[in-house]
Structure formats: C-alpha cells, structure tokens
C-alpha cells in the first residue's frame, strides 16, 4: 500500500505564492508518476501537473509559468510551487500516485488552497 500526506495548503492573497508537498510512504517503489489535481466547487477534479519517475513533467496550461512541479526521491515527495496565484486558482489540491500495472491510483486527503482578489 501506499500512503500519501499533503500539508502546505492555505489561504493568500491574489498574486501571492503557495507551496504544497504530498510525502509518499509504504510502497513507494509501486509509483510511477505523482501529481496535483484540483477539485474547485461545482467542477470536475482536474489535473495541475504531474511528474513521472523518469522526471517528465506534464502541466496544465491554466498554470504554464506560474505552478513549478518538483520531486525530491529520496524523500519520495513532490512539491507544487505555485506562484502569481489567482482567485480561480481556489481549490482544494488533491496530491496523486499513479503506479505501475494495474495498480489503483492513491490520493491524498487533499489541502484547501483559498487565493482572494
């Protein structure tokens, strides 16, 4: 099993910057590629960014040149630095491991991120 903790979640203001980390723990070697998604109310959970374990790294374009993704494997996290923050960036950010086969998908238990104008 795999178990994932996000901390780093918050409220800014707009313009402001935010980074988030999802500390993978268990059977971390069954991981593929980990991520960010984000659920705002009333829409579908959506993907931010991702890295895989052979460090491509896919981003949305509502974040392109403002959100970085970045892992440290040693420690099996991921951050999501995110910058230039916007109101409709107000979500709560779910953190993601995707592995290997036919593995289940993980997901953190999400962190609330509330950026207002």
């Known amino acids: 099993q795999v178990q994932l903790a996000e901390s780093g979640g918050g409220s800014v203001q707009a313009g402001g910057s935010l980074r988030l980390s999802c500390a993978a723990s268990?059977?971390?070697?069954?991981?593929?590629?980990m991520g960010w998604y984000r659920q705002a109310p009333g829409n579908q959970r959506e993907l931010v960014a991702s890295?895989?374990?052979?460090?491509?790294?896919n981003y949305a374009n509502f974040v392109k040149g403002r959100f970085t993704i970045s892992s440290d494997n040693r420690e099996n996290t991921v951050y999501l630095q995110m910058g230039s923050l916007k109101p409709e960036d107000t979500a709560v950010y779910y953190c993601?491991?995707?592995?290997?086969?036919?593995?289940?998908?993980?997901w953190g238990q999400g962190t609330q991120v509330t950026v207002s104008s």
């Open positions: 993601n491991a995707k592995r290997w086969g036919r593995l289940s998908d993980v």
């Open positions: 890295i895989s374990s052979r460090g491509i790294i």
């Open positions: 268990g059977s971390t070697l069954t991981i593929d590629a």
